[in-house]
């Protein structure tokens, strides 16, 4: 096996950079991969990718975007979409409904959704993970707490898997980069998730010798980072993300902190006293839309009932306390009593 070609130290060191060191480095990881390879930046009209296309279109004006459709982005970042120059749209092969019906909810997360698909599928891979134990079969404190408070799912009654989001959005960039012969530059965190961080350790932010070579050049950057960035270039950003604003010292938006396909469970949990989550939003903004998915036979409502995530109460503008115990999880407001809260 190859070894890694950076550390944790080295993650550490990197995103300890000021932010003008990090666009320097990004501009030159840019430009490196577009002097091997023909590319297109991956594009959702969030502020991720919106960062990283305005630093690439420093390195190329005519680099072009390439945007999923999947039909269930938010309105406000098809917006962002519509309002970019040389975007090219591409569209899956199937709708969301069907990607449910074929993958399961992606619940709560995708790598916990991925142990729950294995340990269902009798793979040990997953049966350890959601047992707290390490490939050696002894407890390991970081699996313990990350997957262990999750295997109670084991017995929903629906199908659980991470794969929606490769049928969905991963597969129709695949096929649009072997039909033209590009590659993609990505706008993906190392932060985010350790699968990104364990890709940016083997791989760097240029991966030349990957099964499928892809640049993320923003890898070493935290969410500080972007923030910062789009508030000093005043990029244009989603409304569903509310305003960038500084609490404590840190930056941080008044709406929503991540996007998604607006039916996907994952970040339901994502809320605090001061924040709504997404589907609490959802039932704020578009109170139409938000009743239709509830009511909906693909049955997310029942899935975020078992991942106890607050559904969000059209009644009271988004969010609520339902039940006589103020101290309940925010259900969704179908009950005798709702208690509001001002936001």
Same mark, same amino acid.
């Given at each position: 096996? =190859? ?24 501009? /030159? ?11 297109? $930046? ?7 990718? /919106?960062?990283?296309?305005?630093? =690439? ?23 962002? $979409? ?14 969301? %409904? ?17 142990? &729950? ?17 390490? !490939? ?36 129709? &960039? ?10 993609? &530059? $990505?706008?993906?965190? =190392? ?7 364990? =890709? ?9 010798? %990957? ?25 244009? &950003?989603?409304? $569903? ?8 010292? !840190? ?26 989550? !997404? ?11 938000? %009743? ?10 029942? %899935? ?40």
């Amino acid at each position: 096996m =190859a070894e890694n070609v950076h550390t944790l130290d080295d993650l550490r060191m990197m995103q300890a950079y000021p932010l003008d060191i990090k666009v320097g480095l990004t501009f /030159n990881r840019i430009r490196g991969w577009l002097q091997q390879h023909d590319a297109f $930046v991956s594009f959702s009209g969030g502020m991720d990718s /919106n960062t990283l296309l305005h630093i =690439a279109r420093k390195v190329d004006p005519h680099i072009p975007a390439v945007f999923v459709n999947t039909r269930t982005e938010h309105r406000t970042l098809r917006a962002v $979409v519509k309002a970019t120059d040389n975007v090219i749209t591409i569209t899956p092969d199937i709708n969301f %409904a069907e990607a449910v019906e074929q993958c399961g909810w992606c619940i709560p997360y995708k790598e916990v959704a991925g142990r &729950i698909y294995e340990a269902r599928e009798g793979q040990l891979s997953g049966i350890q993970a959601l047992a707290g134990l390490d !490939k050696n079969n002894l407890p390991n404190e970081y699996r313990t707490k990350k997957y262990v408070p999750y295997a109670y799912l084991l017995n929903a009654p629906f199908m659980i898997s991470s794969l929606c989001c490769d049928r969905l959005k991963k597969d129709p &960039i695949i096929a649009f980069e072997r039909e033209n012969y590009m590659t993609s &530059i $990505v706008g993906t965190l =190392a932060a985010d998730s350790p699968n990104r961080k364990t =890709a940016w350790f083997k791989n760097g932010c240029n991966a030349w010798n %990957a099964k499928r070579p892809k640049s993320q050049p923003l890898s070493f950057w935290t969410r500080q980072d972007i923030l910062q960035y789009v508030r000093q270039n005043d990029l244009p &950003i989603a409304s $569903v993300y509310g305003a960038i604003v500084e609490r404590d010292g !840190k930056l941080q938006t008044t709406g929503v902190d991540h996007t998604g396909c607006v039916c996907c469970p994952v970040g339901a949990k994502r809320f605090s006293k001061t924040q709504l989550s !997404k589907f609490e939003l959802l039932a704020r903004d578009e109170p139409r839309y938000h %009743a239709g998915l509830m009511k909906s036979p693909m049955g997310l409502r029942e %899935a975020l009932l078992w991942i106890n995530a607050p559904l969000g109460c059209t009644a009271c503008g988004g969010r609520c306390y339902c039940g006589a115990d103020p101290n309940a999880p925010r259900f969704s407001g179908e009950c005798e009593q709702q208690i509001a809260l001002p936001l």
